[in-house]
């Protein structure tokens, strides 16, 4: 993906969208972030180089790629989290990507048209997307 925001929405929007669909790799995933790097090292490391590369270009208006990356990170492991323990839960894959992306400094007007948009199909694995 051409953009470091559309990288974030998309690698967030797939990481729920994949703990609704298969339960077991969600819990998995949140039994490896309880002992380790949020969503295993890879991931962990993917997504800080994906902000630090979206503060750089001037994408991401926040201070410090630590901080958007545990924004990132935190939000998807909490959204994450909620949905496999209450499977009733409202799905709010967007709506969690749209407040990060918010949080990382983007404009409301191009955080409306990423998340409104469908993501492709996944050529790689979720844990390469970032």
Known sequence: MPT???RCDAAMRYYLQR??????WGWAMIHICAHGPLFGANTF?????????????????????QIGRDLV??????AMTNHLRNADAPIVD???SAYVLRGLG????????LVARD???IKLPPSELL
């Not at 703990?19 to 077991?24: C, K, L, Q, S």
């Open 4 to 6: 470091n925001a559309e």
């Open 73 to 78: 990170l935190g939000a998807a492991y909490a």
């Open 94 to 96: 967007g709506l969690v």
């Open 45 to 65: 490391t993917a997504a800080h180089q994906t902000i630090e590369a979206g503060i750089e270009s001037g994408e991401f208006d926040v201070s410090d790629a």
């Open 19 to 24: 703990a609704r669909n298969d339960t077991v």
């Open 106 to 113: 983007v404009t409301k007007e191009r955080i409306a048209r």
């Open 119 to 121: 993501l492709p199909p």
